[in-house]
């Protein structure tokens, strides 16, 4: 077994994926195990303590056995049915990352920045009212959407990851995207979902997001506009330590 500090260790042993590169672009003091078949990481965030495993089942579950996971609140594992003793299941969801340009969209154009936060809670009350991202949280740095007779009908926002350090490149992130029930089916989420693709691809070398494993149009939506890069997580809680 091999002890990591770092985000370069991490990165050296798990091959730099698309995957690894987000989750670490996000945390300080990232610390790990490694051994063969398995990695396990962890490290501190803006959604506090999490940690990361890759690898196969049976081998990851032996290194989580021996990590140091108290206060760490979610593990994030290859998407799996069964989960170690004492571990919950906390969500489901697929990390995607866009891989070529998004094709143009029908009524692209009309999207635009966003400075009207009782405009965007409305929305997201109305679409999305689950929605952890909001106008002013700590992630989100710009909000883009379309107005459609005086109302915002569709939003989307840029949760880009902010490093701690000036060498770890920012991940573009795309969250919150949410269309207002009254104006579904007409192609205001793919246009502000590759509008904002657009403007983030044009920033960072890597642009993703995530989606709940069965929120299958949301994720028909995403392959249409090129997110096809996949890396299916299940994420747990760990046990509460005695």
Do not use: K
């Not at 670490?24 to 990695?39: H, R």
């Not at 990481?41 to 990590?67: C, I, K, N, V, Y």
């Amino acid at each position: 077994m091999i002890r990591l500090a770092g985000r370069a260790a991490v990165l050296e042993v798990t091959g730099d994926g698309p995957y690894v590169r987000f989750a670490t672009s996000m945390a300080a003091d990232i610390e790990g195990l490694a051994t063969d078949g398995a990695v396990l990481w962890w490290g501190d965030g803006p959604l506090g303590r999490l940690a990361h495993g890759l690898g196969e089942e049976s081998t990851l579950d032996d290194l989580m056995a021996q990590a140091p996971l108290a206060g760490v609140r979610r593990v994030n594992l290859p998407r799996r049915a069964t989960l170690p003793p004492g571990f919950t299941r906390y969500e489901d969801w697929d990390f995607r990352w866009s891989e070529a340009p998004p094709p143009a969209q029908p009524g692209q154009s009309h999207v635009q920045r966003i400075d009207d936060a009782t405009a965007i809670e409305a929305l997201l009350d109305a679409a999305f009212p689950d929605s952890m991202l909001r106008p002013g949280h700590p992630m989100v740095s710009d909000w883009y959407g379309v107005w459609s007779d005086g109302r915002l009908v569709a939003c989307a926002a840029d949760r880009s990851t902010r490093p701690l350090r000036p060498d770890v490149p920012v991940v573009g992130v795309l969250g919150g995207i949410a269309v207002h029930p009254e104006h579904r089916r007409h192609g205001w989420g793919a246009a502000v979902t590759a509008a904002l693709t657009t403007v983030l691809r044009s920033r960072h070398s890597l642009v993703g997001l995530g989606v709940v494993a069965d929120n299958h149009g949301a994720t028909r939506l995403y392959e249409r506009l090129n997110f096809t890069g996949l890396h299916p997580i299940t994420s747990t809680r760990p046990p509460t330590p005695r």
